[in-house]
């Protein structure tokens, strides 16, 4: 989907299962239209208080343009931000960031590609900071493209392939995830996953049961992926086996298409 920038979002609501995450992997493919010179919320869970997570953020100003950082907040909040040109105009990038929950030594990593290309970790602009005395998220509403409050950091570009873990995932699937392998391959501990496809309304979460409702976004054609041929399947807790290569293993499962052809 294309967001517009002014006030185009998908709110998936809450559950219990994306609460509070005491470790995660966030991923999410990422286009851009124009250099990002200022804040820009692409996968969200924050309430109006400012109480939660900023899993994949834009950020940018004064010429350092087309940044990713992630928030975790708390009385000491954790944060990591890159250094500039993580994200590339008209170009679909492959952000993953990732916490392992701790508070006083994790810190938060950010890891980039283009799409097919090999994932890496991000240089950061200072020293990342973890977090003491986190704040709940649980009232807060997952969105993707703006946050709460409703303020002017909606994103301006294509969102895709959204997805939440409660782990941090493994190298392998890491690289998976870079080289165009859908979140789909990934079950174990998926709480969340919206391929943000734009061809239904709601837009479906494929991991759990609050669905996402629109506001604004238009059609834009899926970066091409590789999906289980049994996507209805890939559910968590629904297929035996975590990792890509138990589920390349499972054999005949793995298609090639622009979003959910």
């Known amino acids: 989907r294309t967001f517009d920038g002014v006030d185009d979002q998908v709110a998936f609501g809450s559950e219990a299962a994306i609460d509070d995450l005491a470790a995660f992997t966030a991923c999410a493919l990422v286009r851009i239209t124009g250099n990002v010179t200022d804040e820009r ?55 993953v960031t990732t916490w392992g929950g701790g508070a006083g030594s994790d810190l938060i990593h950010i890891y980039s590609c283009t799409l097919g290309g090999t994932i890496a970790e991000a240089s950061y ?87 996402g409702t629109l506001t604004g976004t238009t059609y834009l054609e899926h970066p091409p992926m590789i999906y289980p041929a049994r996507m209805g399947t890939m559910k968590t807790g629904g297929v035996a086996g975590s990792s890509f290569k138990a589920a390349w293993a499972r054999g005949s499962n793995a298609v090639i298409g622009a979003g959910a052809r």
């Not at 493209?145 to 409703?150: Q, S, V």
Request: charged share 15%; hydrophobic share 40%; aromatic share 10%.
């Open 41 to 95: 919320q692409i996968l969200n869970k924050m309430n109006s208080s400012f109480n939660g997570a900023m899993y994949i953020s834009a950020t940018g100003g004064g010429g350092n343009n087309n940044k990713i950082f992630s928030l975790i907040g708390g009385s000491s909040s954790a944060y990591s931000e890159t250094t500039v040109d993580i994200l590339a105009v008209n170009t679909w990038k492959v952000i």
């Open 125 to 211: 602009t200072g020293s990342p900071v973890w977090m003491t005395g986190r704040a709940s998220d649980a009232a807060a509403t997952l969105r993707i493209g703006t946050r709460d409050p409703l303020d002017a950091t909606f994103f301006a570009g294509g969102i895709a392939e959204c997805a939440l873990w409660n782990r941090v995932l493994s190298a392998d699937e890491l690289a998976a995830l870079g080289r165009g392998f859908a979140p789909a391959f990934f079950p174990n501990g998926r709480v969340f996953y919206s391929k943000v496809d734009g061809r239904s309304s709601p837009e479906l979460n494929y991991a759990g049961t609050t669905h």
